[in-house]
């Protein structure tokens, strides 16, 4: 197995061996997602490299200051009029998350692979995978580095978003001092970290609020305490006007009551489909929890998909997390 420094130099090698890119990241994007495929598109610019920055959905509102955000398509509204041959994805824990955006990659297209989940099987011709880095925007910090390119404003406040983010305010035990010495530098670039503390932490839309009240309204503890669960219906986000980026840390509020060991948001897709978004206090590996449902992440935030009904994906949810405790 290549060391990480050699998997670097093969990224590097591979950005300047190829042109045209497809540059992806998963579906329903948060900040590192959305951070990561703008500091690519940052990074080929700079390399005067072409390329098209794709999601198979919109990108938070909260997130439209960053550097070129608006060139990234939504399927939802536009789609690329061809496919490519050379395809960037960012912080996919594996190829199902890229979503219906394969549709635009060739049938022998050449992947580059960037990610940080320990679930990520390699999907990749090129894999540049670094299971210990609190976010993707961690490797393309080191990724950067690699290359002769004067950093400004822009790529400072992308990878920030990324690290902030992931680490949810450097509060999460990933948070290195790895993460600390690079956000130190960002910093040192003119990055405004409280007003992005505030941006992405702390404001709340109002359509947030009702969905949030609407969620709360369903809590559930098991008998011991230990768990906790909450759900979302497409009914609850129409009542409330409100979009997936207003779940954002919604499973939170199970997790963080005292003596949960795992939180759990179920969100309805449609009648017979659910999304599963985990939360450990440490006790239970989640990414393992969720690789059972055919999902992954990391092990204290992890997700899935089960193609059940509400009912039945919160009784296999909770009975395969008794398992786990």
């Known amino acids: 197995m290549q060391s990480y420094e050699q998997s670097l130099q093969q990224t590097r090698e591979f950005l300047l061996e190829h042109d045209d890119y497809l540059v992806v990241s998963h579906v329903q994007p948060d900040g590192d997602a ?23 959905g919109p990108i938070p509102k909260r997130m439209e200051y960053l550097w070129h955000s608006d060139e990234i398509i939504n399927m939802a509204s536009s789609e690329p009029p ?3 041959s050379n395809v960037i994805c960012v912080d996919c824990a594996d190829f199902q998350r ?23 099987n390699g999907y990749g011709l090129v894999n540049l995978i670094k299971p210990d880095a609190a976010a993707t925007a961690e490797i393309l910090f080191d990724l950067l580095k690699t290359f002769q390119i004067e950093w400004d404003i822009d790529i400072a406040t992308a990878l920030y978003t990324g690290l902030l983010t992931d680490t949810g305010g450097f509060r999460y035990t990933n948070t290195s001092p790895k993460v600390m010495a690079a956000v130190s530098e960002l910093l040192s670039y003119g990055v405004n ?21 609407k969620a709360l309204n369903t809590l559930q503890l098991s008998p011991e305490g230990d768990i906790a669960w909450l759900y979302v219906t497409p009914e609850d986000m129409v009542e409330c006007a409100a979009a997936n980026e207003d779940l954002e840390g919604l499973v939170n509020y199970p997790r963080n009551i005292r003596g949960v060991e795992v939180g759990i948001l179920f969100k309805v897709i449609h009648e017979h489909a659910v ?3 985990l939360r450990s206090a440490g006790k239970v590996d989640v990414a393992d ?10 092990t204290r935030a992890a997700g899935a998909r089960i ?19």
């Open 193 to 213: 970290g409280p007003e992005l503390a505030e941006t992405l932490l702390e404001e709340m839309t109002l359509p947030q609020i009702k969905i949030l009240n």
């Open 34 to 56: 959305v951070s990561s495929t703008l500091a690519v598109g940052w990074l080929l610019s700079c390399l005067g490299k072409k390329y098209t920055m794709l999601n198979e």
């Open 275 to 277: 999304k599963v978004s």
């Open 82 to 84: 061809r496919q490519y």
């Open 98 to 120: 890229v979503g219906l955006t394969h549709r635009y990659f060739a049938n022998d297209a050449l992947i580059l692979n960037i990610d940080h989940h320990p679930t990520n």
């Open 289 to 298: 929890l969720a690789q059972t449902f055919g999902g992954g992440g990391h």
């Open 307 to 325: 193609e059940a009904t509400l009912e039945t994906a919160i009784a296999q949810v909770l009975e395969e997390v008794r398992r786990h405790l």
